[in-house]
């Protein structure tokens, strides 16, 4: 069973807010990712991680930033937070590098940016 | 690039079989993965093929053929519960590209 979890999982801040999602997984994976995806939409990946002190920026531009300190925790900050930035935040975790990419997710975190 | 395309909904009865196809293109092709998303949860994983031919697990089955770029998602006995969202997924080298989503919904 996949152990990955996500905080908070809901989130409603005003414009400007400073944020931070939190991501932790307790597999011992390397690689991490941070998705996001609209209702009904795909996901678009914003950032991954190959291990502690890798981060690289996915494929959707995005404003967050991300940190890797830790293998088990991959936090996702939003500086200033704004309406266009509403959305489902997805975080996942895998074991093998290439290939085979069995992703688990946690459950997400909905966002709201009034 | 990488680019996926899939039906965006299908509609089956319980008990019927269903396919959901999926095109890509791509470069630094490893394998065709398949996830299944419920409305608020999160996705899970269903399958995957890094090689031409037929995976079959339990009643759902996957299919790969590298030299067309297709892929499809056959389940069998459709159940209620399958009603969700299907999605492919090219595995590159270090990620996953996901396509844009299948709806399924099945009605008694």
């Known amino acids: 069973e996949a152990d990955i979890y996500q905080t908070p999982r809901y989130l409603v801040i005003g414009t400007g807010k400073k944020i931070t999602l939190e991501c932790s997984q307790t597999?011992?994976?390397?690689?991490m990712y941070w998705y996001q995806q609209d209702p009904g939409m795909e996901l678009h990946l914003i950032h991954y991680?190959?291990?502690?002190?890798?981060?690289e920026k996915g494929d959707l531009s995005s404003e967050s930033t991300v940190s890797r300190i830790r293998t088990e925790h991959f936090p996702l900050t939003l500086e200033s937070a704004r309406p266009s930035h509403t959305s489902q935040y997805l975080c996942?975790?895998?074991?093998?590098?290439?290939?085979?990419?069995?992703?688990?997710f946690g459950p997400g975190t909905r966002l709201t940016v009034l | 690039g990488q680019s996926l395309e899939q039906p965006s909904e299908v509609t089956a009865v319980e008990g019927a079989i269903v396919q959901i196809n999926c095109t890509y293109q791509?470069?630094?092709?490893?394998?065709l993965s398949w996830y299944q998303q419920h409305d608020g949860g999160a996705p899970t994983f269903l399958s995957y093929?890094?090689?031409?031919g037929l995976e079959e697990t339990g009643r759902f089955s996957s299919f790969l053929s590298r030299s067309d770029s297709y892929g499809y998602l056959l389940l069998q006995e459709l159940q209620m519960k399958d009603s969700a969202s299907y999605f492919c997924?090219?595995?590159?080298?270090?990620?996953?590209?996901f396509g844009t989503g299948t709806r399924l919904l099945v009605s008694p």
């Open positions: 996942a975790s895998s074991e093998s590098l290439g290939g085979y990419n069995e992703q688990f």
């Open positions: 597999m011992g994976h390397d690689k």
């Open positions: 991680s190959y291990g502690v002190n890798s981060t």
């Open positions: 791509t470069s630094g092709f490893y394998g």
């Open positions: 093929n890094a090689l031409d």
């Open positions: 997924a090219v595995s590159g080298f270090q990620k996953l590209v």
